[in-house]
């Protein structure tokens, strides 16, 4: 149990474009989702957390105007990549949480490679 | 504020030797500790978690941690070592606050040599 996809798990695009990034819960309702973001060989940095059915709150420094997240569902999230460039090139994972029956663990996604050219 | 510190970026140990990985935490309130592992290219898995009760927690892969108060450690070792247990493994604290947000340490890669 306690499932989570991310698609694409990557994505080339040209400077300028946007991107979406797809996280699922596949077999439990996530009250919560976070998105990740990890550079090479470091550890990961949040950059969200998105309640079902509410604004996300962004952590400092992250534009929430390029990182728009979107948690329309107990088992959807998105995150889309606005205007991208390749400094926005990296690794991210996004992680779900059902704080009422997984006692407060957050499952991983598999990750999504964006890499802007 | 919570912190977490994992001791040694690279730790290499020879196939069937003791795995030790070393997390020390910082937290204002009771914590929540997890150990993930994470393959080149993927996500994190959970290892295994403690939240309350016993001290020593089992997880998967023949890995397990113990929690000490009085040390705010949270060591993970695996008896003997396999090859496929070479990744990277991350130390990770929450607190018991509405945002329940997860405090990662920077990582140990592990190497095991044959």
């Known amino acids: 149990g306690a499932v989570v996809s991310q698609h694409p798990s990557r994505v080339i695009c040209k400077s300028g474009t946007s991107v979406k990034i797809e996280c699922r819960s596949l077999?439990?309702?996530?009250?919560?989702m976070f998105w990740y973001r990890q550079f090479p060989k470091k550890s990961l940095m949040l950059m969200a957390t998105s309640n079902e059915g509410s604004k996300a709150t962004y952590e400092q420094g992250v534009e929430k105007d390029k990182f728009l997240i979107n948690h329309a569902s107990l088992t959807l999230s998105t995150l889309t990549v606005t205007s991208a460039h390749p400094e926005d090139s990296s690794f991210y994972i996004c992680?779900?949480?059902?704080?009422?029956?997984?006692?407060?663990?957050?499952?991983f996604g598999p990750g999504t490679r964006l890499l802007v050219l | 504020a919570q912190s977490v510190t994992q001791l040694g970026s690279h730790v290499s140990v020879s196939e069937g030797a003791l795995v030790l990985l070393r997390c020390n935490y910082s937290?204002?309130?009771?914590?929540?500790l997890f150990w993930y592992v994470q393959y080149p290219n993927q996500g994190l898995q959970l290892l295994l978690k403690?939240?309350?009760?016993?001290?020593l927690v089992k997880g998967i892969n023949g890995f397990e941690a113990g929690f000490k108060k009085s040390e705010a450690s949270f060591h993970l070792t695996k008896p003997s070592a396999h090859m496929s247990d070479a990744a990277e493994y991350f130390c990770a604290v929450s607190g018991s606050g509405s945002a329940r947000q997860l405090t990662f340490g920077s990582g140990t890669q592990l190497t095991v040599l044959p």
């Open positions: 992680s779900a949480s059902s704080f009422r029956t997984t006692q407060e663990t957050q499952y």
């Open positions: 077999d439990f309702q996530a009250t919560t």
């Open positions: 403690y939240t309350t009760g016993a001290t």
């Open positions: 937290s204002s309130v009771p914590p929540y």
